[in-house]
T-cell receptor, first 112, second 117 residues
């Protein structure tokens, strides 16, 4: 399984943009890049995913490097509710079942 | 549309006992996955059920077993509990691999916190 590398922790001030990096140098051509986050005392929740092009949704934006070896999750204006652990995950559609492999993620703290 | 629910929310057992955790999938989802999350770590994949059959398993011993029912609800059973089994157990439902093999979003429940003494 291709692996991802993320910083253990990051800090952001409230209402400022946050850029959460993820390295995935061994990504295959068919791996999708997914981001989930886990708020305190809750199960993980889906944030966004992409394959090659940058993606936007109501929660965040995903910027994918041209060589696909890295990506960045962008929260445009951090709120206190965005304090969570963010997981960058590669998902391979060629597997025989829907496999999700979590790493340790990045713990994001938001300072009021 | 109701989300994924799990019961119980907390459970305390002693070493050697057996435990059953339950999960109700989101409406319309035919795939359920179970994860174990130790404190401070990311969730670790235990196994996945698709239409009542186990179709994938992580690196967990056979004393971790499961069932998926015709209504797609699911159980996780753990026999001969060990202290290291203390963790948050998460289930996630999804449509599995969609047409063309595109991975579907997994929707997680709030988890069951198991403490083994």
């Amino acid at each position: 399984d291709a692996k991802t590398t993320q910083p253990n922790s990051m800090e952001s001030n409230e209402e400022e943009p946050v850029h959460l990096p993820c390295n995935h140098s061994t990504i295959s051509g068919t791996d999708y890049i997914h981001w989930y986050r886990q708020l305190p005392s809750q199960g993980p929740e889906y944030v966004i995913h992409g394959l090659t092009s940058n993606v936007n949704n109501r929660m965040a934006s995903l910027a994918i490097a041209e060589d696909r070896k890295s990506s960045t999750l962008i929260l445009h204006r951090a709120t206190l509710r965005d304090a969570a652990v963010y997981y960058c995950i590669l998902r391979d559609p060629k597997t025989s079942y829907d496999k999700v492999i979590f790493g340790p993620g990045t713990s994001l703290s938001v300072i009021p | 549309e109701t989300g994924v629910t799990q019961s119980p929310t907390h459970l305390i057992k002693t070493r050697g006992q057996q435990v059953t955790l339950r999960c109700s999938s989101q409406s319309g989802h035919n795939t359920v996955s179970w994860y174990q999350q130790a404190l401070g770590q990311g969730p670790q994949f235990i196994f996945q059920y698709y239409r009542e059959e186990e179709n994938g398993r992580g690196n967990f011993p056979p004393r971790f077993s499961g069932l998926q029912f015709p209504n797609y609800s699911s159980e996780l059973n753990v026999n001969a509990l060990e202290l290291d089994d203390s963790a948050l157990y998460l289930c996630a439902s999804s449509l599995g691999l969609r047409a063309g093999g595109l991975p579907d979003t997994q929707y997680f429940g709030p988890g069951t916190r198991l403490t083994v003494l």
